[in-house]
T-cell receptor, first 111, second 114 residues
């Protein structure tokens, strides 16, 4: 599985958009980009995933560059409850469901 | 409403004393996973069951075993816990293998070793 690189920490003001970047320069054509988050003392929570098209759901938007070497998770209106560690994971979708977590980005949303 | 339930949330055991952690799910998913998460680290997959088919990760110590008596329940057995096994243990499920199914996690059991 391709490796991912994320900044270790980011801050965001409440109500503003949080844009979390992820580099995955060695991604293969059939590997999907997944985002999970982990709020303190809870299990990881699935947010969104995509292959090459941009995706949006009720939680977030995922923007994947045309060359697929990087992506950005967007939380459009961050709240204090979005404070968490965000993990970007690249996964082969058809052979295995193994998740290999990287170090993630610790997002702190402040009032 | 809880879909993946782990009990207890906190477990204390003695060095070398066998311990079992439990996980149940109400999603009727085919796949169940166990992850280990040490302090300030990311979760690491130990093994998973696809239905009754057990799949061990290559670097999972022999000290860790698992049982899945039915679709709803899965157990993690640590035969002789050492101090290095103190961690959060996370259970997760997915509907099937492949097809880009997201994993649903429980809130974990935090294991302490005395």
């Amino acid at each position: 599985d391709a490796k991912t690189t994320q900044p270790p920490s980011m801050d965001c003001a409440e109500g503003r958009a949080a844009n979390l970047p992820c580099n995955h320069s060695t991604i293969s054509g059939n590997e999907y980009v997944y985002w999970y988050r982990q709020i303190h003392s809870q299990g990881p929570q699935y947010i969104i995933h995509g292959l090459k098209n941009n995706e949006t759901n009720e939680m977030a938007s995922l923007i994947i560059t045309e060359d697929r070497k990087s992506s950005t998770l967007i939380l459009p209106h961050a709240t204090l409850r979005d404070t968490a560690v965000y993990y970007c994971i690249v996964r082969v979708g058809h052979n295995t469901d193994k998740l290999i977590f990287g170090t993630g980005t610790r997002l702190q949303v402040f009032p | 409403d809880a879909m993946v339930i782990q009990n207890p949330r906190y477990q204390v055991t003695q060095f070398g004393k066998p311990v079992t952690l439990s996980c149940s799910q109400t999603l009727n998913h085919n796949v169940m996973y166990w992850y280990q998460q040490k302090s300030s680290q990311a979760p690491k997959l130990l093994f998973h069951y696809y239905d009754k088919d057990f799949n061990n990760e290559a670097d999972t110590p022999d000290n860790f075993q698992s049982r899945r008596p039915n679709t709803s329940f899965c157990f993690l057995d640590i035969r002789s816990p050492g101090l290095g096994d103190a961690a959060m243990y996370l259970c997760a499920t997915s509907r099937d293998i492949g097809g880009n199914q997201p994993q649903h996690f429980g809130d974990g059991t935090r294991l302490s070793i005395l």
